[in-house]
């Protein structure tokens, strides 16, 4: 299979995002378990391959006798020999409004991995692009949230999602607070939760992207936080705003001695 540079973020329509995503899956004595999905990220459009993704903080808890391995998605088979690569380093990033806020925040949940190898690029394995530092979607703009699912192979779908104005969202959501400088909160813009509200066993919640299209190129502008339930109308959907630790994942990617200059919080 040829490698190749190619531009970040560059599929055909909302369903074709296989080649940006990685699946995260534990070795254990007993096999090997699925723990998230990630998004494969490079530096720049000249870049042949990347050791770096993102996803949910909470995809990386520590667990004694296991080894998190990551493989693209598009090589990850079930019932097959996994030779996945191993994780390197993690950031796990924090805000200034998480660490000035007098509330009880959750942490931000937001996971820079490095890998200690390359994915090389491919027709089968590509990076998505990363919005500028603190762009965010503007309000009503559609944007796509994906749900992974255990099965046979690990399949996905996607939801249309309308993004909601930051004030609503702070007015809506109430507790742990919404905070607009490292958040999104979404709408489903269709009838999809009306019957699929109850979380499936097979579904891979943590790591789930929100991907919005701009100038024909799909960007990465959120990582599934968590949902507001409610009782007259469609869930919200909150998302960790990538954008907003845009340029510390550029800096991490570009420092080689990264490791050494932010340490893992």
């Known amino acids: 299979m040829f490698i190749v540079a190619v531009e970040c973020g560059k599929s055909h329509g909302p369903l074709d995002v296989g ?37 949910s903080r909470y995809c990386l808890e520590p667990e004694e006798d296991s080894i998190t391995n990551v493989l693209p998605l598009s090589y990850f088979k079930y019932q097959q020999y996994l030779d996945g690569t191993e994780i390197e380093n993690v950031w796990f990033p924090d805000s200034v ?65 309308t993004v909601l104005p ?5 007015s809506l959501i109430g507790f742990p607070p919404f905070d607009p400088r490292t958040q999104i909160c979404c709408q489903e813009s269709q009838s999809y939760w009306n019957t699929q509200v109850e979380y499936k066993p097979s579904l891979i919640i943590e790591g789930s992207p929100l991907i919005c299209i701009k100038n024909n190129q799909h ?38 001695a990264a490791n050494n200059e932010i340490p893992v919080s």
């Open 19 to 55: 080649p940006y995503i990685t699946v995260f899956y534990t070795s254990t004595p007993d096999g090997f378990f699925v723990d998230c999905v990630g998004m494969i990220v490079s530096s720049n459009s000249s870049d042949t391959r990347s050791n770096f993704v993102l996803t």
């Open 97 to 161: 409004s998480y660490i000035t806020s007098s509330f009880n925040l959750p942490p931000i949940n937001l996971a820079i991995v490095k890998l200690n190898q390359d994915h090389y690029f491919n027709s089968k394995v590509s990076p998505i692009c990363l919005p500028s530092q603190n762009e965010k979607p503007h309000a009503n703009s559609i944007c796509y949230y994906y749900q992974f699912h255990n099965g046979t192979d690990i399949s996905y779908n996607f939801i249309k999602m």
């Open 166 to 170: 930051d004030v609503f969202c702070q």
């Open 219 to 256: 960007y990465l502008y959120g990582i599934f936080s968590w949902l507001k339930i409610q009782k007259f109308d469609y869930p919200v959907v909150i998302f960790t705003a990538v954008s907003s630790f845009t340029n510390m994942t550029y800096e991490l990617m570009n420092d080689s």
